[in-house]
Structures are given as C-alpha cells and as structure tokens.
C-alpha cells in the first residue's frame, strides 16, 4: 500500500522551521537567506554540530549500505538534528534538492520519508526543492525574489572560495585570509538581512569592495607551493563531512587548491536544457529560459572577474572555456549528474598550471565512476605529465587510507617535477 507524504502546508510557513543539511560549506551560510527573503524560517545543519562517526551510524540505523554515501550522510544529519532536542519535531520540515534526473539522488527523498517513518518522525513534513515539477507543496514555492537572493549568495561565495585558495598558502599573517572570508560572511549577512545585496548593480559594487579587502593582504608569491586540483561529485566535493576535511588536509601541507565554484555547476544544470533541444532538434520552454538565465549568469561572471582583474587576480575560468573542454574530450549530451563538467573541470586545472588532480567520489556512484574515472586515459593524452588520482568516500572509508592517497599524489607530483629538471 503507497503510503501518502505529509505535505507542507500554507499555515506551515509561519509556524515551521525548515532545517537544510549540510552540503555546500561555503555556500550555504549566504544561500539561507534566499528562504529568508521569501518569508521561510530556516536552519542550516552546522558540520561540527555532531561527530562525522554519529551522523555516519545513524545513516546506517535508518537507511541501508546500498545507497550513495551522500544519501547516508543527508539522512545521517537529519536524524540526528531531530532527535537532539534542539528542535520542536511538531514545527520542523526537511529540505531536500531534487534534480529529476536519472541520477539516485532524486530518490532520496523516498528514502528520508522510510527513513523519518523508522525513525517515530513520519509527521515530519519532507519538502522537495526543484524546478522540474517533480514535487510540489501547497506552502513552499520559489519566488523571483529567492532565485535572486541565491544567485547573488552563490556569486559572492564562489568568489570568497576563489579569493581564499589563492592567497591562503602564500600569506604573511598565517590565517588573515579566512578571517577575510568571515569578515565577508558577516558583512553580506547583514546587507542580505537588509535586502541590499541580490541586485546586479549591489552585486557589482560588492564584487569590487571584496577584490580590493582582499588585495590587501600581505603575500610572499616567492613561495613554491604545489598546485592541486580538487573536483569530482558536487557533494563530495564541496562538503568536509561528505570528502573527511580532504581540503583542510591538503592545506595544512601547504598545497594551493584549484577549485571550479558552484556557480559553473547551476550554468551546466541550465545549459543542459539548451544542449538536449539541439542534440534532438527541439525547442522547449526550458531551453529557452535556460538561454536567458545564462546569458544573465555569464555577465555577473564578467563583472567578477573584471573586479579581480582590476585587482591583481587572474580571472576565474568562464563557463564558455569549460564547455569548450567539454567538447574536446567527450559529448555535451552527457549531463547526468556532474556529467562532461567534472572532466571540463580538470582540463582547466591542469591547462592553469596543476600537476595534480584528485578526484573526491562518492563510492558506489555509478554516473560518477563513468564521468570521473571513465575519462582519466582520455584526460592523460592530453596531458601525459599530469598525475589524476580518484579517491573514493562511503561510511566505511578510514581517513588514514584518503590521506595516503593524497600524500601519494603529492610524491608522484615530486618524482615528475625532479624528472622534468634532471632532463
């Protein structure tokens, strides 16, 4: 028998908290104010809030080892969060991303519900965030003015995360650059909170007063530091609860870590669109407002980089030199999951002077083993020197056996720079 999902409702929204897990660490302290500017009550699930091991056991308890490692974890954090107390389980929701595509990830969801329903938590409301109309409340709906307010958060923490790998191994004052990027977090908080942030003209002011706090920090460029690559699943990508704190690690043996940002992945998302009509010959609504929110995305991406140019930065990589990569290598039809977009990403890495690449995965995901390690002989042609390493994560992946892999990333980065010398 179906069992039927509790909805959330119109009266919800003033009386519920909607809790988002953790995902994107340096994104969603800024992308919560895009519920906020929609009249939503929300919390986002710190990543120190409980131990890695009690959110890992607790996916375990009320999920099974057959699904994605980030699926284990989503629902590792939200049971955890609702059974600490902390909240009224009576006035809470959970947020869940639905892509609606053919990756498992778009059936998470089912699986939080089995999960809320193990748990004594099935009157828990479960509320999809998507744009496909895959799932609908009568109480949650996405207003311009929240796609607004994301995509200035998204804009502004690419742009920290960018400014924060490129300085931090070169600085004086070991530690100035992430108290830069809380500066920054604070600061925009407030002018989100104030509605003064998510318009393009703002965004463009703001794009140029970040460029020039940050060119004030005091740097020794005559440091040799190695240069890494760091890309793979999103959410393995981009969250130290999801990759064991992989950054961190390489950070503190003084690597510089090249990192395509978020906003790249949405232009894929919404370029997807476009690519699909032309490879069938069609034309869908969806292609043609994808069209126009790329065109948008790409002048924002200029007037960022034309505040870090103006700076002393070198430009970020655009999304048409991706694509352009993307081309090269593989078919733009291959867009489930991070798709051609994770082999784009190492191409630019490794044409912008990286050595290395480690590819962060979750174990068991099958779309990432085709897009990642299905291209690395085709990768390695054209860049013969470059060493590419997969690292995979799931539940039962010891830190000690990530960092190996790392540590022999970097020593065969070393053997290939004192071959290049010797000859």
Not at 299 to 326: H, I
Request: positive net charge; hydrophobic residues 40%; glycine residues 8%.
């Amino acid at each position: 028998m179906k069992r039927s999902r509790v909805e959330f409702t119109k009266p919800m929204k003033k009386t519920h908290t909607i809790l988002i897990p953790s995902m994107l660490d340096f994104h969603f302290p800024l992308l919560k104010y895009a519920f906020l500017s929609g009249g939503y009550k929300c919390d986002v699930i710190g990543v120190n809030e409980y131990s890695r091991s009690q959110m890992i056991n607790a996916g375990w308890e009320y999920s099974n080892n057959d699904v994605c490692f980030p699926c284990n974890l989503i629902i590792g954090q939200f049971i955890c969060a609702l059974k600490s107390g902390k909240y009224d389980t009576a006035k809470t929701a959970l947020l869940l991303p639905q892509t609606g595509g053919g990756c498992r990830a778009c059936n998470y969801i089912m699986l939080l519900r089995k999960a809320l329903l193990k748990a004594g938590l099935q009157n828990v409301p479960v509320v999809s965030l998507n744009v496909s109309g895959v799932e609908k409340h009568s109480g949650f709906s996405i207003t311009p003015k929240m796609v607004l307010t994301a995509c200035a958060a998204i804009y502004y923490s690419d742009l920290l995360l960018y400014l924060y790998n490129e300085l931090s191994p070169y600085e004086l004052k070991k530690g100035e650059t992430l108290d830069k990027v809380r500066l920054w977090n604070s600061r925009l908080s407030r002018l989100f909170e104030h509605g003064k942030a998510a318009d393009p003209i703002s965004m463009c002011v703001i794009f140029r007063k970040i460029c020039e706090s940050f060119a004030t920090i005091n740097c020794d460029k005559s440091r040799l530091v190695k240069k890494v690559a760091v890309t793979g699943e999103l959410y393995i990508k981009f969250c130290a609860l999801g990759n064991g704190e992989t950054e961190k690690y390489l950070r503190d043996l003084g690597c510089q870590i090249y990192m395509s940002g978020f906003v790249p992945y949405i232009m894929y998302l919404a370029d997807s669109c476009t690519n699909d009509d032309n490879i069938y010959g069609r034309k869908t609504l969806a292609g043609v407002g994808a069209k126009v929110l790329i065109a948008y995305m790409k002048t924002l991406w200029c007037k960022m980089n034309s505040a870090l140019v103006q700076n002393g930065f070198e430009p970020m990589e655009d999304y048409r030199s991706l694509k352009s990569y993307g081309e090269n290598f593989g078919c733009l039809g291959e867009t489930m999951g991070d798709g051609w977009l994770i082999g784009a990403e190492m191409c630019s890495a490794l044409k912008n002077g990286c050595k290395g690449v480690v590819m962060l995965l979750p174990f068991g995901c099958l779309v990432s083993h085709t897009c990642a390690r299905g291209i690395i002989k085709r990768i390695k042609k054209l860049y013969p020197d470059s060493i590419i390493t997969a690292v995979d994560h799931d539940s039962g992946t010891a830190d000690v056996n990530i960092k190996n892999r790392i540590k022999m990333t970097l020593d065969f980065m070393d053997n290939n720079i004192m071959k290049h010398n010797k000859n």
